[in-house]
């Protein structure tokens, strides 16, 4: 029901993932909605995240592709990569996407401000425009759906590096990169770079990169880049970022080394966007990283004020952020009471080979279920055996012993994505190792391998060799563990 003493129900800052969504669910329900963006619609995710990332990602897999054709029976010319074409077809494209969210709002009703706006006191915000010009509305309700940006590293000479936003804008490709971080956004990133050509080396401070995944899908990925080129060092961090004589840069790692490179990436992480609003005047309550904080229902300290998305730091994942903001609208506006399930999230991370993964670890199902049984295949893809790249393909199973409920996929390898997302649905239907075992695969895919892993071995680390469906011959690693097992 409209609240008429204000000027709009709901007043969204941010027009990424959360803010659009939710201002769509909002007024399709009948609320009065505004939504204030001070870069472009779409966010992150369509601007400087998810899509133009995945589009250069696929980009940079033609090379591969290429290589791959000799073995096909293909005779190709060695191909020749346009940067600056990428770049402006990417670009083309972003705009049309940001084109689409703004007809999905305009097409709902929402009125839309490109400028920043600020909580300006109770039930007020300040909206001011490109051009200096100052508008105050009051809403009844606020969500803050900011987003986050990228860390930039404190070292000398940082003013020279850059953050992952800078990569989608680069006027030439660099031939020589130095990638900081072990991240997601890191891994990524230097495949993309090796992928149209680059020498990368990439350093992490940690003993390896990924933390949080799997320790398999770790390992097995160290291996796959290494096999590409990529210069892996861990246990090092940048000191500091030099202009070389050449015209290069200098990167000076914290053990004294030198490398000269064309670039230097910092994909260090990123936080929660949330300084310059008004928020911790308005009471607002932000933590360490400068997250706000909120409740089940997304309600920050200050009642009319609401947060989602990035800026709130729980799991920052696109689908995350839309499942959140529909929640918001639908609990303000549409009487529901529904609270956010964290549980089963499918993610990927999209290195060369990609990654994909769902439910726990292996070193969570250790630690917090006891006995559990680990299922686990290597092989070279079919593709792979004509083309001559050799790369290998990881997948895993994690199973509850007691209930024989598969706790975890993972998977290492090409279409890693695109196979997994159904087994997330599996395992949110609660599927066992046995329905698994029921499941016909789809014969010949690497997707049927998740089905047919039926061996049982009592021991740990034993292994057996096994005729693959595709017609190779593999090696399958079971483990059996329990609560304290060694690893």
């Known amino acids: 029901m409209p609240h008429t003493k204000h000027d709009f129900d709901l007043f969204v800052v941010g027009g990424g993932s959360a803010g659009v969504r939710a201002a769509r669910v909002a007024a399709s329900l009948g609320a009065r909605v505004a939504l204030c963006e001070d870069k472009a619609l779409g966010g992150t995710c369509v601007n400087v995240g998810c ?60 009125k839309v401000w490109m400028g920043r ?19 105050v509305v009051t809403a009844h309700k606020v969500l803050v759906a900011t987003g986050g940006e990228p860390v930039r590293p404190n070292v000398p000479g940082s003013e020279r590096v850059w953050v992952s936003d800078d990569i989608f804008h680069l006027p030439e490709m660099p031939a020589r990169v130095l990638v900081v971080g072990g991240g997601y956004i890191a891994v990524e990133l230097a495949g993309v770079f090796a992928g149209y050509g680059a020498s990368v080396t990439q350093i992490y401070r940690g003993a390896l990169f990924l933390r949080g995944f799997d320790r398999d899908v770790r390992a097995h990925l160290d291996e796959q880049m290494r096999k590409k080129g990529i210069d892996l060092r861990f246990h090092r961090d940048l000191a500091r970022v030099d202009s070389a004589p050449s015209g290069a840069l200098a990167a000076t790692l914290d053990d004294g080394s030198t490398l000269e490179v064309d670039g230097v990436l910092a994909a260090i992480g990123r936080v929660p966007r949330s300084s310059g609003m008004g928020l911790e005047e308005a009471g607002v309550e932000l933590d360490a990283r400068g997250a706000v ?95 001559g790249r050799g790369d290998r393909v990881l997948m895993k199973l994690v199973v509850e012993r007691s209930t024989d409920r598969v706790v975890g996929v993972h998977m290492v390898g090409a279409d890693a994505a695109e196979i997994l997302q159904g087994f997330a649905v599996a395992l949110r239907c609660g599927a066992t190792k046995a329905q698994f075992d029921a499941t016909i ?47």
Request: charged share 25%.
């Open 441 to 487: 695969g789809i014969h010949p895919s690497a997707a049927e391998e998740l089905v047919t892993l039926r061996e049982r071995c009592q021991e740990p680390d034993h292994a057996v060799s096994v005729t693959h469906p595709e017609g190779r011959t593999k090696r399958v690693v079971h483990h059996r563990w329990e609560r304290g097992s060694g690893s």
């Open 117 to 135: 706006a600020r909580i300006a006191g109770a039930h007020r915000v300040e909206v001011v425009d490109a051009q200096g010009g100052s508008t």
């Open 51 to 110: 899509v133009p990332k995945k589009l250069m990602v696929l980009g940079a897999h033609f090379a591969d592709e290429w290589r791959d054709a000799a073995g096909f029976g293909w005779s190709v010319e060695p191909p020749r990569h346009d940067w600056q074409r990428l770049i402006s077809n990417k670009d083309a494209e972003i705009a049309r996407l940001n084109g689409v969210y703004a007809r999905l709002l305009q097409d709902r009703g929402v």
């Open 293 to 387: 904080r909120v409740d089940a229902s997304f309600q920050t300290s200050v009642p009319w004020i609401y947060a989602a998305g990035d800026v709130i730091d729980r799991v920052q994942l696109t689908p995350v952020a839309l499942a959140e903001g529909t929640l918001i609208a639908q609990h303000l506006f549409g009487g529901a009471s529904r609270v956010p399930d964290y549980d089963l999230i499918p993610s990927a991370v999209f290195s060369n080979p990609p990654i994909a993964t769902v439910g726990m670890t292996e070193e969570e199902a250790r630690a917090e279920l006891g006995a559990i049984d680990v299922y686990k295949s290597t092989f070279t893809a079919m593709k792979a055996t004509l083309g």
